[in-house]
Nanobody
Framework: QLQLVESGGGLVQPGGSLRLSCAASKFTFDYYAIGWFRQAPGKEREGVSCISSSDGSTYYADSVKGRFTISRDNAKNTVYLQMNSLKPEDTAVYYC??????????????WGQGTQVTVSS
């Protein structure tokens, strides 16, 4: 099974930036669409951003459009989420997971362990 490991989370002040990384264990990484999902206490899981494998099509939740950018480097088996202009409402555990190519929902194949993002002054 494809294994995914998130990194890059941490504590940042409002307005700051973080870049999350999702590293995969297999060379077949480029076969998969990858999504970032987040869950905060008392909130439902939210699909933040996804990127397809072949054409690089991207999806962003309305709450992060204009602030977050997803990208992938297949040679490094890594997907990134650049998060700018962070808000306290972005505080959550962020997970990467394999996703459907045409919809930003997990397909159940692989799921990372999560990385905590805390936005606070």
């Amino acid at each position: 099974q494809l294994q995914l490991v998130e990194s890059g989370g941490g504590l940042v002040q409002p307005g700051g930036s973080l870049r999350l990384s999702c590293a995969a264990s297999k060379f077949t990484f480029d076969y998969y669409a990858i999504g970032w999902f987040r869950q905060a206490p008392g909130k439902e899981r939210e699909g933040v951003s996804c990127i397809s494998s072949s054409d690089g099509s991207t999806y962003y939740a309305d709450s992060v459009k204009g602030r977050f950018t997803i990208s992938r480097d297949n040679a490094k088996n890594t997907v990134y989420l650049q998060m700018n202009s962070l808000k306290p409402e972005d505080t959550a555990v962020y997970y990467c997971a394999t996703a459907y190519q045409t919809m930003c929902v997990p397909n159940g194949a692989s799921w990372g362990q999560g990385t905590q993002v805390t936005v606070s002054s």
